[in-house]
């Protein structure tokens, strides 16, 4: 079947701009997070969705960074005013519920010239 | 210090070679325990996932869970060149959260 998807695969955008990043769950996964993965680093945590609501958000970097999931399926990261640090690869993964394992996209490579 | 620490490498081994990946941590309280193998430019995948102490197999792969010493491993028999990867050990508290904590990954090569 399908698996998690994310869009767009790159994203190119000057320091200030707004980007708005996508993730596609696979069909029946109730949890989703979001990730973000620095260049030789493990992949960390941003924020936990169980259906429409944040039930996590503690890995939120700061308030420029938001997450919505508002029909419980797809979900979209915001980041407004971007900076150049927040240049990385932005990682969804979801799963069936808690303590169920897993499964990610392959990233958005976003570039904050 | 990181909550879990992993060598990043690079490991290179010839093809065929058993390959031994492991990771410390040092949260007692992390009861959930994975394996995802990452290629380049693409999400991780998972391996293993296993639940407390012990081990696990499946096919070429062999998870195993120490909690007394906080030392887990991967193990991977007849390696393969399509195994070169980075592998990255992931692990979750029960109970307080779902989020993961990753070590930094293992990067490996195997030649043929």
């Known amino acids: 079947g399908a698996g998690v998807s994310q869009t767009p695969s790159n994203k190119v955008t000057e320091k200030g701009k707004y980007v708005e990043l996508r993730c596609d769950p696979i069909?029946?996964?109730?949890?989703l997070y979001w990730y973000r993965q620095s260049l030789g680093q493990g992949p960390e945590f941003l924020i936990y969705?169980?259906?429409?609501?944040?039930?996590?958000d503690s890995g939120l970097p700061n308030d420029r960074f938001f997450a919505v999931r508002p029909e419980g399926s797809v979900s979209t990261l915001k980041i407004q005013r971007t900076e150049r640090g927040d240049s990385a690869v932005y990682l969804c993964?979801?799963?069936?519920?808690?303590?169920?394992?897993?499964?990610f996209g392959d990233g958005t490579r976003l570039s904050i010239l | 210090q990181k909550e879990v620490e992993q060598d990043p490498g690079p490991l290179s081994v010839p093809e065929g070679a058993i390959v031994s990946l492991n990771c410390t941590y040092s949260n007692s309280a992390f009861q959930y325990f994975m394996w995802y193998r990452q290629y380049s430019r693409k999400g991780p995948e998972l391996l293993m996932y296993?639940?407390?102490?012990g081990n696990k197999e499946d096919g070429r792969f062999t998870a195993q869970v120490d909690k007394s010493s906080k030392y887990i491993s991967l193990f991977i028999r007849d390696s393969q060149p399509s195994d070169s990867a980075t592998y990255l050990c992931?692990?979750?508290?029960?109970?307080?959260?779902?989020?993961?904590?990753f070590g930094t990954g293992t990067q490996l090569k195997v030649e043929l």
């Open positions: 969705f169980q259906g429409t609501g944040a039930a996590d």
């Open positions: 992931a692990m979750k508290l029960t109970g307080g959260g779902n989020k993961l904590t």
């Open positions: 069909s029946g996964h109730t949890a």
């Open positions: 993964a979801t799963s069936k519920g808690t303590n169920q394992p897993q499964h």
């Open positions: 296993t639940y407390s102490s």
